[in-house]
């Protein structure tokens, strides 16, 4: 009997933290960009980067930016660390020439080929680092 009683208020509590871990979670990862935006990106990313990442971003001269690879090499980490990568040392062959905007809607397209669902909401800077690198799906 006391043990029991001793333990019900662990018990409740890993619940709730169960429930808490499950929504963050999905909170970071679900509709974290626009379609819109991702759309724009893809543009840009046809123009400036998939010469060297891939039409499919499996990459070529450049490492893949989506799929499995990609995926065990960035968990864990946020999409504001890519942005960091993005916004100072690429382009390779122009680093730093995106505007900030632009680099959100190359950094949606990237989420939108690594499955990541589209919603409501732009992608902004201070979203990217709440918004971690996982595997979709
Ligand atoms: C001229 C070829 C080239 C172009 C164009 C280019 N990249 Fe890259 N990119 C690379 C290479 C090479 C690396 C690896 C650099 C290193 O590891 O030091 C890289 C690394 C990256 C990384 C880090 C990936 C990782 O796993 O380390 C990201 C993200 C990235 N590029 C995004 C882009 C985006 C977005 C564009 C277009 C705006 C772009 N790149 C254009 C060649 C290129």
């Known amino acids: 009997m006391k043990l029991t009683r001793a333990l019900t208020p662990l018990a409740v509590a890993l619940v709730a ?3 808490f871990t499950t929504q963050s979670l999905s909170a970071q990862s679900s509709g974290v960009y626009t379609a819109a935006q991702a759309k724009a ?4 990313f046809t123009a400036q ?3 060297c990442h ?3 971003l499996e990459g070529i001269s450049g490492p893949a930016l989506a799929g499995s ?4 090499k960035w968990s864990g980490q946020t999409v504001d660390d890519l942005r ?10 122009s680093p730093g020439s995106l ?3 632009e680099v959100l809607s ?3 397209y990237i989420l939108q080929q690594n499955k990541y669902p589209a919603g409501d909401t732009a992608l902004t800077a201070a979203k990217t680092k709440s918004v971690k690198i996982v595997k979709q799906g």
């Open 69 to 72: 690879d990609f995926m065990s």
């Open 49 to 51: 980067c998939s010469m």
């Open 84 to 93: 960091d990568i993005v916004t100072t040392q690429m382009p390779l062959t």
């Open 106 to 108: 190359v950094l949606a």
């Open 17 to 19: 933290s169960a429930a």
């Open 54 to 56: 891939g039409d499919k």
């Open 41 to 44: 990106g893809a543009a840009i």
């Open 99 to 101: 505007k900030p905007a």
